[in-house]
C-alpha cells in the first residue's frame, strides 16, 4: 500500500479500506498465452490487480478498488450495448496484453465493451460517490444502472464522475464502452500501431489504469496545486473545492517525520457563481531549515490539507513535495546550464519507454515499476526521459520517493504537417487539449523537471505556439520544444539526436543545449526476446563483453562534450529491450542487465563530474564533412577485385562526399546516392612516421558499410550513425597502413529510409 506520503499518521494505514467487491469467482483464471513473462506475471491475480492507491498526491483514508474481473465483449463500432459478454477480462490490463487474461487485438471498426457489479459499503451512505479511470485508450463511454454518465476521450490522462444520482441499493451495474482507433486516428498514441516492429509496438485498447470509487462529502477538494518555491523556503498550495453551504476555512500543516513544521489558514467567502459554489484559495508557507529535493537526497516533506465549514472538519487529503527549483544560468565558462537548485548538475538518464511484455502499457505490479527505477539509479544515472508516453501516478511517485529527475513527453499522434503546420484542427484541438491535461494532472510531482511537447518532427507543429503555452500552464519548469529533428529556436534548450553519437549542439546564449537520444547499441540475448530471431538493435553485438566495452567507449566520448560545448544532458537509448527492438539495458522481461553493471554504473557516475579536456585528433584521411573529398564511385556491381589496391578504378565516375539523400539525418550530401548499394574507393598519401595511435574511423554510415585499406578487409559496421561518429579501429589497420600511397575501398548497402556513407582515418588520443 501507499508508504509515502504521511507514514507518520496513523489514518493512512490503507490496506484495510480496499474493498474488492462485486467481482466474478477468480479460481480458474490465468494469464493469456505470451511470447515473454516476467518475474512478476504470477504475482498478479484477480485479488492482487494493482491494489495500491492509484492517486498519492491526493490521498484520502477510504476508497474502494474496482480492478479485477470485469466481462467484456467486442462488438463492431456502431453497434449498441450487447445483451451477452464473451468472457471475463482482468483491469486494468489492455485486452490485448496477456495480463488481461485475453490477448486480443481491436481496430477502428471495433468497440470494446466492459461490466461489472459493485457495492457501496454501508458507512459511505450521506456521502457523495466518485467513479475514478486512471486512463482509458481512446474514448470511453460510461453507464450505471443504465444511465448514462458521460464520455471522455484522451488516452493519458484521468477522468471522474459523480454517480451518486445513478446508485441504488445492493448491486448497482457499471459498463463502459470504448473505442481505439490506434494509428488509423489522429489522436495522441506514443509508439501504439497496428503493425508493431522495429521502434513502434503492439498497441494498448481499453482500460489500462485503476478504476475505483472514492466517498466525498457535499463540500470537498476536487484537486490541489503545489508549487515549490526554493529560492524563498516556501511553499505554494492551491486547494480547488467544491464548496456548498457556509464559507470554507481551508488549513494546511507541513509536516517531517510525524511532527508539524509550519501551518496556516485561509478563510473566504465563495467567489465564483457555478453550481454547486467552487472556491480555490492559495496559501504559502515557509518551511523552517529547509532541506532541497535531489536525485542523491530526495527528500519530501508532507502535507495534510483540511476544508472546514462552520468549526468542523469536513474533508480532510494528505499530499507531498519537495524543495527544489529548476532554472537556466550560466557556469563559470560562459555556458547557459540547466540548473538544480541553482547549481549546475548534468543529466544521464535513459530513454524509457513503459512497455511491458506482459502488460504493454500497464506494469504487472506497482513493485515492477518500482525495480525500473531503481535500476535506473543502480546504473548510475540521475534522470529518465519517459518517452511519448504518460504513466499512472504511482511511477511519478517512485521517482519522487527514490530521486530520479524526470523528462516528460507528450505522446505522438498524426497532427503535423509539413513546414511546422497542422494537420487539421480536429487534430490539433485533440492535441492540444491532451497537452493541457498532462501538464495540469501531473504538475504536483518534484521529479518532473522538463516537459518536452514533440518528438523527432512526430506530428510536430506550430511548435513555438505550444513552447510558449506549456510555459504559460507551468513556469516552474523548463520546455524542451522538440527533442531531435527539427528546431524551431523556442523553449528553454536545444535538442539534438545521434546514433549511436555522442554529438552535442553548438552552444546557444539563450537556450541550454541536450543530447535528447544517442546510444540504441543492442544485444539480443536468447531466452529473454520478445521472438527468437529477426531482432533489431541500432548497432549490434554477439556478447555482453564487447557491448560493455562499446557503452564504456560512449561515455568516455562524451563527456568531454560537457565542457567544450556546454552539454546539460544526455539521454541513452534505452531502459530495456522493447518487443524485437533489442537496444535495452536490460532484456524485456527484466531479468538480466546486458552489460557489466558495475563497470557501466562507473563510467556513468564519471559524467557528473570535472569533464576532461577533448581528445587530440590527428588527421590521417580527411572525411568530406568540410570540405568536399573527391572518391571513385559506382552503383553498378563491381569485379571481385574491385577493393584491392591493383583495381583499375578510372572508369568509375569521380564525385565529392559524402554520397547519399539529402533528407538524411546529419548528412552533408555533395553526390546524390538513391540506389542500394555504392561502392567506393580512394587513393592518399601518408607520410613516414605517421602516428599508428589509438587509430579510429571518422564515419558516417546509413546502413550497412564494409571497409577496406590495402586489399584488406578491416571493419564492418551493420546499421546506421545520425552524425560522424569516431569509432575505433581493429589492430588490422595499423598493421596495413604504410607510409606513401594507400588505398580505401568501402561498400555500403542500404535497405530502407535513409542513406549515406562518408569516412575518414585519425589518430584520437584522450587527453
Known amino acids: 500500500m501507499l508508504k509515502r506520503p504521511v507514514t507518520s499518521l496513523p489514518w493512512v494505514g490503507l490496506t484495510s479500506v480496499i474493498l474488492l467487491v462485486g467481482q466474478s469467482p477468480a479460481a480458474d483464471w490465468k494469464p493469456a498465452n505470451g511470447p515473454l513473462k516476467t518475474r512478476w506475471t504470477d504475482q498478479v491475480s484477480p485479488e492482487r490487480a494493482l491494489p495500491e492507491y492509484p492517486r498519492p498526491t491526493l490521498v484520502r483514508e477510504r476508497w474502494q478498488n474496482l480492478n479485477g474481473l470485469w466481462q467484456y465483449a467486442v462488438t463492431s463500432r456502431d453497434a449498441g450495448q450487447p445483451t451477452t459478454f464473451e468472457g471475463e477480462i482482468l ?29 457501496i459499503p454501508r458507512d459511505w451512505r450521506g456521502q457523495r460517490i466518485l467513479l475514478h479511470f486512471g486512463a482509458v485508450d481512446f474514448q470511453a463511454e460510461v453507464w450505471v444502472n443504465g444511465t448514462r454518465l458521460g464520455e471522455h476521450a484522451g488516452g493519458y490522462d484521468g477522468f471522474s464522475f459523480d454517480i451518486t444520482e445513478a446508485l441504488r441499493r445492493g448491486a448497482n451495474e457499471l459498463v463502459v464502452a470504448v473505442w481505439d482507433p490506434t494509428d488509423a486516428g489522429h489522436q495522441p498514441r506514443g509508439k501504439q500501431v497496428h503493425r508493431p516492429g522495429g521502434i513502434m509496438y503492439t498497441p494498448t ?49 507541513v509536516f517531517e517525520g510525524g511532527k508539524v513544521l509550519t501551518e496556516g489558514e485561509v478563510s473566504m467567502m465563495i467567489t465564483t457563481r457555478s453550481i454547486p459554489p467552487q472556491a480555490a484559495p492559495r496559501i504559502q508557507l515557509g518551511v523552517p531549515d529547509a532541506r532541497a529535493w535531489t536525485p542523491d537526497s530526495p527528500h519530501l516533506y508532507d502535507l495534510v490539507i483540511t476544508l472546514e465549514q462552520e468549526g468542523k472538519v469536513v474533508d480532510r487529503i494528505q499530499s507531498y513535495f519537495g524543495l527544489r527549483k ?40 506497482d513493485a515492477a515499476m518500482q525495480y525500473d527505477i531503481e535500476m535506473t539509479k543502480r546504473l548510475g544515472m540521475n534522470m529518465a526521459r519517459k518517452h511519448v508516453k504518460v504513466e499512472p501516478e504511482r511511477w511519478y511517485y517512485w521517482c519522487d520517493k527514490l530521486g530520479l529527475l524526470v523528462w516528460q513527453d507528450m505522446p505522438s499522434g498524426s497532427f503535423g504537417g509539413r513546414d511546422d503546420a497542422r494537420l487539421s484542427d480536429e487534430a490539433s484541438a485533440e492535441y492540444e487539449k491532451e497537452l493541457r491535461r498532462l501538464v495540469a494532472g501531473r504538475y504536483n510531482h518534484p521529479s518532473i523537471i522538463m516537459w518536452v511537447p514533440f518528438n523527432e ?71 529473454h526476446t520478445w521472438q527468437s530471431e529477426a531482432n533489431w538493435g541500432y548497432r549490434s553485438f554477439t556478447d555482453s563483453d564487447s557491448l560493455t566495452a562499446a557503452y564504456v567507449t560512449l561515455m568516455k566520448k562524451l563527456h568531454p562534450l560537457v565542457g567544450s560545448h556546454g552539454l546539460s544532458a544526455a ?56 570540405p568536399g573529398v573527391q572518391w571513385r564511385y559506382t552503383t553498378t556491381q563491381p569485379g571481385n577485385e574491385w577493393f584491392q589496391s591493383g583495381f583499375n578504378d578510372s572508369a568509375w565516375p569521380q564525385g565529392e562526399g559524402g554520397f547519399g539523400t539529402r533528407s538524411t539525418p546529419g548528412a552533408i550530401v555533395r553526390t546524390e546516392w538513391q540506389t542500394g548499394d555504392i561502392w567506393l574507393r580512394r587513393e592518399f598519401e601518408l607520410p613516414e612516421g605517421f602516428s599508428k595511435e589509438s587509430l579510429h574511423f571518422l564515419i558516417h554510415h546509413d546502413e550497412d558499410a564494409t571497409i577496406y585499406v590495402n586489399g584488406e578487409p578491416v571493419a564492418e559496421y551493420q546499421g546506421y550513425t545520425t552524425s560522424y561518429e569516431p569509432l575505433p579501429a581493429t589492430k588490422r589497420l595499423a598493421e596495413v597502413l604504410r607510409p606513401g600511397r594507400n588505398v580505401v575501398a568501402v561498400h555500403c548497402h542500404q535497405t530502407g529510409g535513409g542513406q549515406y556513407i562518408d569516412l575518414g582515418i585519425a589518430s584520437v588520443i584522450e587527453q
Not at 333 to 344: A, D, S, V, W
Open 571 to 626: 539521454v541513452y537509448t534505452q531502459t530495456s529491450d522493447v518487443e524485437v527492438e533489442v537496444n535495452g539495458l536490460m532484456t524485456y522481461d527484466r531479468e538480466r542487465v546486458k552489460l557489466d553493471l558495475d563497470a557501466i554504473a562507473a563510467a556513468a557516475r564519471k559524467l557528473y563530474g570535472p569533464p576532461p579536456p577533448p581528445p587530440i585528433i590527428k588527421t590521417l584521411l580527411p572525411t568530406s564533412e568540410k
Open 91 to 119: 483491469v486494468p490490463y489492455p485486452i490485448e496484453s496477456a495480463l488481461s487474461g485475453v490477448a486480443r487485438r481491436v481496430n477502428e471498426n471495433d468497440r470494446l465493451w466492459y461490466r461489472r457489479e459493485f457495492r
Open 326 to 365: 529548476v532554472s537556466l544560468g550560466k557556469d563559470a565558462n560562459g555556458f547557459t546550464r540547466i540548473l538544480l537548485n541553482n547549481e549546475p548538475l548534468f543529466q544521464y538518464g535513459p530513454l524509457d519507454q513503459g512497455f511491458w511484455p506482459d502488460g504493454l502499457y500497464t506494469a504487472p505490479t
Open 205 to 253: 485498447s481499453g482500460i489500462w489504469q485503476t478504476v475505483w470509487l472514492e466517498p466525498v462529502p457535499e463540500a470537498h477538494f476536487r484537486e490541489i496545486r503545489i508549487t515549490p518555491d526554493f529560492d524563498h523556503s516556501a511553499v505554494l498550495v492551491q486547494a480547488n473545492a467544491v464548496v456548498p453551504g457556509a464559507a470554507p476555512t481551508v488549513r494546511v500543516q
Open 457 to 527: 518532427g512526430w506530428g510536430q507543429h506550430e511548435t513555438p505556439r505550444y513552447a510558449a503555452l506549456v510555459k504559460q500552464l507551468d513556469p516552474s519548469r523548463l520546455v524542451n520544444e522538440a527533442s531531435g529533428w527539427t528546431d524551431r529556436g523556442s523553449g528553454d534548450v536545444k535538442d539534438i539526436h545521434a546514433y549511436p553519437g555522442p554529438s552535442a549542439p553548438a552552444p546557444e546564449e539563450e537556450r541550454a543545449v541536450v543530447l535528447g537520444e544517442f546510444g540504441g547499441l543492442g544485444l539480443p540475448m536468447r531466452g
